[in-house]
């Protein structure tokens, strides 16, 4: 695979650039030996919730849209 440019790829090189580029971002991501709950629990932490009152995600769209 020589090309320079996506879009000179043909469908095969693209998949096999997709899968090298996931492959390597796998092996140097750090090992993360938590169990599943741990990173649940971890996720529900740093959940952040809106206060309550706060203008819906489909409000403030609507909003936008209407400015």
């Known amino acids: 695979m020589n090309t320079k440019r996506v ?4 469908i095969d ?9 996931v492959d390597e971002k796998l ?10 709950e741990e990173v649940l629990a971890s996720m529900d932490r740093i959940r952040w ?9 489909l409000e403030m769209i609507r909003e ?4």
């Not at 879009?7 to 043909?10: F, H, I, N, P, W």
């Not at 092996?27 to 599943?36: G, L």
């Not at 919730?49 to 995600?57: M, Q």
């Not at 936008?64 to 400015?67: K, L």
């Open 7 to 10: 879009a000179d790829m043909t």
């Open 27 to 36: 092996h140097q991501s750090p090992k993360d030996d938590r169990t599943v």
């Open 13 to 21: 090189d693209l998949k096999t650039f997709v899968v090298r580029i």
């Open 64 to 67: 936008d849209r209407n400015a």
């Open 49 to 57: 919730t809106p206060p309550p009152g706060s203008r819906t995600t």
